[in-house]
C-alpha cells in the first residue's frame, strides 16, 4: 500500500488539527469538580458521528464522582472496516487540571503563536485527541480499504484515578478482545518516545493511636503526633535511604524515577485544623482550638514502585517498620489501611502496537523512537488489570513537563506529526498494510 498521499493528506489538515484543538481546549473540562464533560463528549461524538462512527456515551453513573451536577460523561465511537482485522482504539482523557496561577495567554483561548497552540489540556492531552482524530478521518477520506476496526474515546477522571473513564468503560468490556486489540493512549510523551508502561503505585493511610487527655497536662495522655513523628522519623532515616538505592532497568523518565520513591502527602493529626484568625484590634476570631492530647494521627503514603519489586514486599516493608515501632516505643499502636494499589506495567518491546508505532516513527521522523516508561501511572493501567489487554502504550504530542503548568502548549508541527504516525500504525494494526 502507498501511503504517500496519506501523509500528505494529513499534512494539509494542519490548520484542522489546530482548530479541533482549539475546540477541545476551548470547553474547559477542569477536574475536580468534573465540569463540562457532557459538552466535551457531545462536542466529539458529534463529530465522529458525522463521519461515519457509531457513536455511544456512556456515563459512570454511581461512580465515582458521578452526579447529575457533573455527570461522568464518557464518549467511545467505531467505525468497522469493510472486513475481518483487528481493532485499534485511541484512547485520551478529556479532563484538565485546574488553571493555577503564572498565565500569560488565556488559559481556555487556544491563542496561536510560534507555532503553538496555548491553553490548559493542549499538551495534556487535547492536542494528543485531535491529532489521533485527524489521523483516523484522514484514512477513511482517503478512501482505503480498511480492515478491522477505529476506535476513538474521549474518557473523564484520568488525572484524578480514571475509575469513572477508562476503569469503568475496562469494567464493561470495552479494552477487552475480541472487541479492541490494540490501544495508543495519544499522552503528551513527545513525538518520537513510546511510552511502554509506568512503576507501580501504592497508596495507604497509616493511623497511630494515642490517648486524649488535657493539653495543659499531656503527660496524662499519649500523643498520637508524637508517635507519627517517630515513624516520619523512621522513614526519613531507614526506608528513603534504602528505597534510593533500588534502581529499575526500565526506562522511566525522567532518569531520577528510576529508582523507587516515597511522598508523604498528607498528615492530620489531633482536632480538625481551626481556621483562626485576629480582627484590627488584635482579639483572635473565628474557631479556636481547644487543649487536647491528640488521640490519632493520620499519615497518606504514597509509595511508588519499580518492577523489581513486588507489591506484597512493599506493603510487608511499611508493616515491619511500624512493628518495629511496637516493639521498640512504648503505647505504640497502629493501623493501616490500603487506599489504592497498582503493579507495575511494561509492554514487551516486540508487542505488535510498539513495533508498528517504531515504524511509523522512523517513517515520518526519520529517527528511531526512544523507548520510555512513566514515573506515575496513567488509564494503561485499567486496560491492563481490568480489560487484560496488553498491547497498549502511550504516543502522543507534547512535551510531558509542560503538563499541568502554566502557559501549556503544544507544538503545530508536532500535531501533524503524531497524526501521520497514528495513521501509519493504524493501518498496521488493523492488517490493512503489512
Ligand atoms: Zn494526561
Request: hydrophobic share 40%.
Amino acid at each position: 500500500m502507498n501511503t504517500d498521499a496519506l501523509l500528505k493528506r494529513i499534512e494539509a489538515k494542519r490548520d484542522e488539527v489546530v482548530a479541533l484543538t482549539q475546540d477541545l481546549v476551548r470547553i474547559p473540562t477542569i477536574n475536580p469538580p468534573g465540569d463540562a464533560y457532557e459538552a466535551c463528549a457531545r462536542m466529539l461524538g458529534e463529530r465522529l458521528e458525522k463521519r461515519g462512527f457509531a457513536v455511544e456515551y456512556i456515563r459512570a453513573k454511581g461512580a465515582p464522582g458521578d452526579s447529575d451536577a457533573y455527570p461522568r460523561t464518557n464518549v467511545v465511537a467505531r467505525y468497522q472496516g469493510q472486513s475481518a482485522g483487528e481493532c485499534v482504539h485511541f484512547n485520551s482523557h478529556i479532563d484538565v487540571v485546574e488553571v493555577g496561577p503564572g498565565w500569560t495567554t488565556a488559559p481556555f483561548g487556544g491563542e496561536v503563536k510560534d507555532g503553538k497552540v496555548y491553553g490548559r489540556g493542549t499538551c495534556d492531552m487535547k492536542g494528543g485527541l485531535a491529532a489521533s482524530v485527524i489521523a483516523c478521518e484522514a484514512i477513511l477520506e482517503e478512501g482505503l480499504h480498511l480492515p478491522g476496526a477505529l476506535e476513538i474515546s474521549g474518557t473523564v477522571d484520568e488525572e484524578s484515578g480514571g475509575f469513572s473513564g477508562v476503569g469503568y468503560l475496562a469494567e464493561l468490556g470495552y479494552f477487552s478482545k475480541p472487541r479492541v486489540h490494540h490501544v495508543i493512549i495519544p499522552e503528551p510523551l513527545g513525538v518520537d518516545r513510546i511510552c511502554l508502561g509506568h512503576r507501580g503505585v501504592y497508596w495507604a493511610e497509616v493511623e497511630t493511636r494515642g490517648r486524649i487527655a488535657h493539653g495543659s497536662m499531656p503527660f496524662l495522655g499519649d500523643s498520637a503526633i508524637s508517635h507519627m513523628s517517630a515513624f516520619a522519623h523512621l522513614l526519613e532515616t531507614t526506608l528513603l535511604p534504602r528505597l534510593a538505592q533500588r534502581r529499575t532497568a526500565e526506562p522511566v523518565e525522567p532518569p531520577g524515577a528510576r529508582v523507587s520513591t516515597l511522598n508523604i502527602n498528607s498528615i492530620h493529626g489531633g482536632q480538625v485544623e481551626q481556621r483562626f484568625a485576629m480582627d484590627a484590634a488584635g482579639r483572635p476570631t473565628g474557631d479556636l482550638p481547644a487543649p487536647v492530647v491528640a488521640h490519632s494521627c493520620r499519615m497518606v503514603l504514597d509509595r511508588r514502585f519499580i518492577a523489581e519489586e513486588s507489591l506484597e514486599s512493599v506493603k510487608q516493608e511499611i508493616v515491619d517498620m511500624l512493628d518495629e515501632l511496637t516493639r521498640t516505643r512504648p503505647g505504640f499502636d497502629y493501623g493501616v489501611r490500603e487506599i489504592m494499589s497498582f503493579v507495575p506495567t511494561a509492554t514487551p518491546r516486540d508487542a505488535p502496537v510498539v513495533l508498528a508505532t517504531a515504524t511509523a516513527i522512523a517513517r515520518v521522523l526519520g529517527r528511531e523512537p526512544q523507548y520510555i516508561a512513566s514515573p506515575g501511572t496513567y488509564d494503561q493501567k485499567h486496560i491492563v488489570r481490568t480489560g487484560k489487554l496488553h498491547d497498549c502504550i502511550a504516543y502522543g504530542p507534547g512535551i510531558l513537563d509542560l503538563a499541568h503548568q502554566p502557559d501549556e502548549y503544544v507544538g503545530i508541527q508536532e500535531l501533524v506529526d503524531s497524526a501521520q504516525i497514528m495513521a501509519l500504525a493504524a493501518l498496521t494494526l488493523t492488517g490493512a498494510r503489512r
